[in-house]
């Protein structure tokens, strides 16, 4: 498969929860701002989800569905902090798998640990993720997992935005990667909604081709 794959029979339902109670806001009038700076119609906070029980239970099967489909060899799940940790642990303990999470960092004390878990040399492990933008800090997590020994087979996530440059880092570091939803789903789901018009889509999509200069 791809090394970026949208489980389809999901997309577009999990679009229209995410997007009923705004944990995805789209704006071009007036952008957000991103931690890198870059200005966006678009912003993503997936753990406004954790917060209603219907919503949770529903993202939880959709990402244990997927790594049952298309991870089946899955011994552990790994969250990726911060915010694919409660996520991880929810679908770990639906798997009935061992579990541990990847912090952006090691601790600066006790056993400065940068994986917290039993780590299980040569263990495949699926990481769970929220949200992929360029995939940065998600394949830090996994190249941490490959470093500590396990085996790394694909990671799942809630979200991307479908940048062409977290295609080519995951194709590069040959992790493959499901997502419930992308960006053009979320935007056909918005103009359904009436969230956004249709003559509002070209100038929401252009962000897309060059976000670091998009105003």
Same mark, same amino acid.
């Given at each position: 498969?791809?090394?970026?794959?949208?489980? #389809?029979?999901?997309?577009?339902?999990?679009?229209?929860?995410?997007?009923?109670?705004?944990?995805?806001?789209?704006?071009?009038?007036?952008?957000?701002?991103?931690?890198?700076?870059?200005?966006? %119609?678009?912003?993503? *906070?997936?753990?406004?989800?954790?917060?209603? %029980?219907?919503?949770?239970?529903?993202?939880?099967?959709?990402?244990?569905?997927?790594?049952?489909?298309?991870?089946?060899?899955?011994?552990?799940?790994?969250?990726?902090?911060?915010?694919?940790?409660?996520?991880?642990?929810?679908?770990?303990?639906?798997?009935?798998?061992?579990?541990?999470?990847?912090?952006?960092?090691?601790?600066?004390?006790?056993? #400065?640990?940068?994986?917290? #878990?039993?780590?299980?040399?040569?263990?495949?492990?699926?990481l769970v993720e929220d949200l992929v933008s360029t995939g940065g800090s998600s394949l830090k997590a996994a190249e941490a997992l490959r470093d500590a020994g396990?085996?790394?087979?694909?990671?799942?996530?809630?979200?991307?935005? #479908?940048?062409?440059?977290?295609?080519?880092?995951?194709?590069?570091?040959?992790?493959?990667?499901?997502?419930?939803? *992308?960006?053009?789903?979320?935007?056909?789901?918005?103009?359904?909604?009436?969230?956004?018009?249709?003559? *509002?889509?070209?100038?929401?999509?252009?962000?897309?081709?060059? %976000?670091?200069?998009?105003?």
């Amino acid at each position: 498969m791809p090394f970026i794959t949208t489980h #389809g029979a999901t997309a577009g339902a999990v679009a229209r929860q995410l997007l009923q109670i705004e944990a995805i806001r789209i704006n071009h009038q007036k952008p957000f701002t991103w931690s890198s700076g870059w200005k966006s %119609p678009v912003y993503c *906070d997936n753990r406004l989800a954790l917060s209603y %029980p219907d919503i949770r239970r529903s993202i939880k099967e959709a990402l244990v569905g997927c790594v049952r489909h298309y991870f089946p060899e899955a011994a552990c799940i790994a969250g990726v902090a911060t915010a694919g940790v409660p996520q991880g642990a929810l679908v770990a303990d639906a798997l009935h798998l061992p579990y541990v999470y990847v912090r952006p960092k090691p601790k600066d004390h006790g056993m #400065g640990n940068l994986i917290e #878990g039993k780590i299980t040399r040569g263990q495949r492990v699926v990481l769970v993720e929220d949200l992929v933008s360029t995939g940065g800090s998600s394949l830090k997590a996994a190249e941490a997992l490959r470093d500590a020994g396990f085996s790394v087979v694909g990671m799942v996530a809630i979200f991307t935005y #479908g940048f062409p440059e977290a295609e080519r880092a995951f194709a590069a570091a040959r992790v493959p990667l499901v997502v419930l939803s *992308d960006f053009d789903t979320l935007l056909e789901e918005a103009v359904a909604m009436q969230y956004v018009s249709a003559d *509002d889509l070209i100038y929401i999509k252009s962000w897309r081709l060059d %976000p670091a200069h998009w105003s």
